[in-house]
């Protein structure tokens, strides 16, 4: 069963259509990279698998269940998201705000479980922000608070990832650093991704399987060599796309 099933999926603003007839099944250890031009429908998306938007027409299902039917402390524990603008600038310290993706797992309000203080404590060392637990969340820089958002994501430990540009704010280094981390992390645990970015390269780096949206509400997916051609590219971006492989990479640039 996968993880997240969508059926003939419509979403709409007013009069125009971002996205049509959306087909799309994640299964257990899948990464799929959702691109687009501005405008396109990738946050709209993510919002609406997560109950914030509502859409036209259509089937969400996670875990083979209607989304809309879900409780929340259920939906808390198979589904996590990094929001694009990531965390607000919360009166908390930097362990106090990852311990917060433990909430859904919590069994007594009294005191914090040893096993949740030692997952929250692993995604600060994977994330490299040992040291900074104590700091408040506003004296952190943009690249340090996204970093906070992520870790929060991991600590939560759920079975689909959903991402919304997560490269913000993180310099090329952070950028493929922590997209490994969370790579092996989704591996172990037999989880699923769908991340929406405006980086190609990014998501086909990391993405084995990519949902491109066109214009007019259409869209192709499939696997990453299949979508990612010059010729998808530079339609869906309407500008030319070069790609160019080297090293056993391929990337894409427009031309």
Same mark, same amino acid.
């Given at each position: 069963m996968p993880c997240l099933e969508i059926k003939s999926l419509t979403l709409r603003i007013e009069d125009k259509i971002l996205i049509r007839d959306l087909n799309l099944a994640v299964n257990s250890n899948e990464?799929? %990279?959702?691109?687009g031009r501005n405008g396109a429908g990738k946050t709209s998306l993510l919002h609406t698998i997560i109950g914030i938007k509502k859409y036209n027409s259509g089937s969400i299902q996670i875990d083979g269940k209607e989304v809309s039917s879900l409780a929340r402390s259920y939906a808390a524990?198979?589904? %996590?998201?990094?929001?694009?603008? %990531?965390?607000?600038i919360l009166p908390g310290t930097v362990f106090e705000t990852v311990m917060l993706g433990r909430h859904p797992h919590v069994q007594s309000i009294l005191k914090d479980?040893?096993?949740?203080?030692?997952?929250?404590?692993g995604a600060l060392r994977d994330l490299n922000l040992d040291g900074l637990e104590e700091r408040q969340i506003d004296t952190l820089s943009g690249g340090e608070r996204q970093r906070v958002a992520l870790a929060m994501l991991i600590t939560q430990m759920p079975q689909l990832y959903l991402l919304d540009e997560p490269s913000n704010h993180l310099d090329v280094a952070n950028q493929v650093q922590?997209? %490994?981390?969370?790579?092996?992390r989704i591996s172990q645990l037999? +989880?699923? =991704?769908?991340? +929406?970015?405006?980086d190609i390269n990014?998501? +086909?780096?990391?993405?084995?399987?990519?949902?491109?949206?066109?214009?007019?509400?259409?869209y192709l997916s499939g696997p990453?060599?299949?979508?990612?051609?010059?010729?998808? =590219?530079s339609l869906a971006y309407d500008c030319p796309v070069r790609s160019i492989s080297a090293e056993g990479f391929t990337l894409h640039y427009p031309y």
């Open positions: 990464r799929w %990279g959702l691109l524990t198979r589904v %996590g998201i990094l929001f694009q603008e %990531g965390i607000d479980d040893p096993r949740d203080i030692e997952i929250a404590r922590l997209l %490994g981390h969370l790579q092996r037999s +989880a699923s =991704l769908l991340m +929406a970015t405006h990014l998501a +086909a780096r990391f993405c084995d399987n990519i949902v491109l949206l066109m214009k007019n509400g259409e990453n060599q299949d979508i990612l051609t010059e010729k998808n =590219l």
